[in-house]
């Protein structure tokens, strides 16, 4: 009985101490975004760091991730359920970080080995272009260019697959019923992109 309470106890402390839980975007930046003219931006400039024109004919997951970030680690399976249940959908996911080995682990890491995805890989000098998104892991989602949904990819302490917003976006594109949604005010394990 002791040691279940101790590890309870352990439980408790590593999910709300050791990782950052905070709220994504507590000083409201993405809603500087919050027009459609705004989001063209957005979405302008991320074609450019992924430097792709197939972004506006096709639907594109584009994950954002920061080096050193533990919640990096949590998100794993949930991109792998992600790229799984999209394999039967034409998609393609790019990956933005500034991290040599994170590029190098991509295929191993987010893909299960049955998934058969097109996957890019972005490496950049480092994060400060992104000054725009307030706190990573984060996700976007272009459907033939225009943007989807942008934030977290799910919310709670643990941000898995079952309490996510990603799914639920995703069905209605592939519904052709294509949102358009800025989440900045979600509360989970994130970490400050700047």
């Known amino acids: 009985m002791i040691f279940l309470w101790l590890l309870l106890v352990v439980i408790v402390f590593w999910s709300t101490q050791i990782r950052p839980i905070q709220v994504f975007d507590e000083n409201n930046l993405l809603m500087l975004y919050d027009t459609r003219q705004q989001k063209n931006i957005l979405v302008k400039e991320v074609i ?6 197939t972004l ?18 949590i998100t794993k399976s949930h991109i792998r359920d992600i790229n799984k249940n999209q394999q039967e959908n034409s ?20 893909f299960s080995d049955n998934v058969d995805a097109q996957k890019s890989i972005v490496l950049l000098d480092s994060l400060s272009s992104l000054d725009w998104l307030p706190a990573l892991p984060a996700v976007m989602i272009l459907d033939k260019g225009k943007l989807a949904y942008l934030g977290p990819y799910s919310s709670g302490t643990f941000c898995g697959s079952s309490n996510s917003y990603i799914e639920p976006v995703l069905d209605m594109i592939n519904n052709k019923n294509t949102p358009s949604i ?13």
């Open 56 to 73: 506006s004919s096709e639907l594109a997951i584009i994950h954002f991730n920061k080096p050193g970030c533990t919640c990096n680690e």
């Open 91 to 110: 998609y393609h996911s790019y990956f933005i970080t500034s991290n040599q080995s994170v590029k190098e682990r991509v295929s191993e890491d987010y």
């Open 182 to 194: 800025l989440n900045g005010v979600d509360f989970g394990c994130y970490c400050k992109n700047n």
């Open 48 to 53: 450019g760091l992924v430097q792709s024109e």
